[in-house]
Nanobody
Framework: VQLQASGGGLVQPGGSLRLSCTASGFTLASKTIGWFRQAPGKDHEGLSCLNHRDGSTYYPPSVKGRVTISRDNAWNTMYLQMNSLKPEDTGDYYC?????????WGQGTQVTVSS
């Protein structure tokens, strides 16, 4: 299994980014999936999840209303649309199942929110 996130970068506060995650070795639509953020010196923080059974989503208060998780089954790719970004959103972003599987952590993408 390989999960590779991309789409990060440097953005000003209030800006937007769309992260992508391509999967190989398993079908994203077969599992509940999520996005995670790891700030420097901290553990992975769950930012969103998409339930594969009923399509329901969950967002913690820290990002609710500012991010949207989605999935494209044809491309076996998941996305995280992030708006109204804040400096505290800075970190490395990863995709995984939800809850995360330790051996599924792949390459993350770095997001820096700064003026």
């Amino acid at each position: 299994v390989q999960l590779q996130a991309s789409g990060g970068g440097l953005v000003q506060p209030g800006g937007s980014l769309r992260l992508s995650c391509t999967a190989s070795g398993f079908t994203l639509a077969s599992k509940t999936i999520g996005w995670f953020r790891q700030a420097p010196g901290k553990d992975h923080e769950g930012l969103s999840c998409l339930n594969h059974r009923d399509g329901s989503t969950y967002y913690p208060p820290s990002v609710k209303g500012r991010v949207t998780i989605s999935r494209d089954n044809a491309w076996n790719t998941m996305y995280l649309q992030m708006n109204s970004l804040k400096p505290e959103d800075t970190g490395d972003y990863y995709c995984n199942t939800y809850p995360p599987r330790p051996n599924y952590w792949g390459q993350g993408t770095q997001v820096t929110v700064s003026s």
